[in-house]
Structures are given as C-alpha cells and as structure tokens.
C-alpha cells in the first residue's frame, strides 16, 4: 500500500495558528523586557541612549525566544546569523515606526502626545506583522536537508 507523503512541518494544520499566538505572548514579554531595560538605564543616560540600549537587549531576546519557542529552532547552528537578520529587522521596524512620527509632524504638526501615541501604536503593529511574516519565510523558514 502506499501512503500519500506527509504534510512538509511548515504546512501542518494549526501551526500557523501556535506560531501566531506564542509569538504575540513573546512579544508581551518582550515589551517588559524593554522597559524595565529602559528604567535600569534610564537614571544613568539620557532618554535616546537609553531607549537604544532597551531596544538592543528586547531585540535579542526577543529573536532568541522567537527562533526557540515559536520557530522551534534549536541548538547553535545559524544562532548568530537569526541574530544578524533579527536586528536588520529591527532596524526595519525602527524607520517605519520614525518615518510615521515624522510624517505626523509634517502633517500635523500641533499632534498631541496621544495622537503620537496612536501613531506609534499603529506603525508598531505594522512592523510587527511584516516581523512575523519575515521571521516565517526568511529567517527562520525549513531549509531542505
């Protein structure tokens, strides 16, 4: 008898839908990683500084866990180069997230800090969504033996 071949891993049913939420619960985490990176630094550094320095160490974090957790990539192999195309991310998300705070300001340039907010909020999601689908097919997609 001969039996159809199975489902590749990347196409089993419901994995698309664990990947989604364990990476939504690492991103909750990560975001109090960033803060609390932020408070330590902050006293010592000016806001700039030290927003950079909590977005370094969220970032790693958070693609340390996400290659781990919600990628299932384990052991050392390609550590370094997921750490490489995590922090290209991230400065992919760090332009779209400035880039929409400046066009507010060309735009409305009296925009209250919660209109600034909502903006951020906003251009976050966005960039998280393309981080998700980038981390999916490029970073961390099934390579053929």
Do not use: C, K
Not at 24 to 51: E, K, W
Not at 81 to 103: D, E, K, M, P
């Amino acid at each position: 008898m001969i039996s159809a071949p199975a489902d590749p891993p990347a196409h089993r049913p419901g994995r698309l839908r664990r990947e989604l939420v364990v990476f939504a619960l690492i991103g909750v985490a990560s975001n109090v990683v960033y803060a609390l990176a932020f408070l330590l630094v902050r006293g010592h550094l000016g806001g700039q500084a030290s927003n950079v320095i909590a977005l370094i160490v969220s970032t790693y974090a958070n693609t340390a866990a996400n290659r781990r957790f919600t990628f299932n990539v384990r052991g050392p192999g390609g550590a370094m180069r997921h750490q490489t195309w995590g922090f290209a991310l991230f400065g992919v998300q760090l332009a779209i997230t400035a880039s929409a705070l400046f066009v507010l300001h060309l735009v409305a340039p009296g925009a209250g800090h919660a209109v600034e907010l909502a903006t951020i909020i906003g251009a976050a999601a966005l960039a998280t969504v393309l981080r998700f689908v980038a981390f999916r097919v490029w970073v961390f997609r099934e390579r053929p033996r």
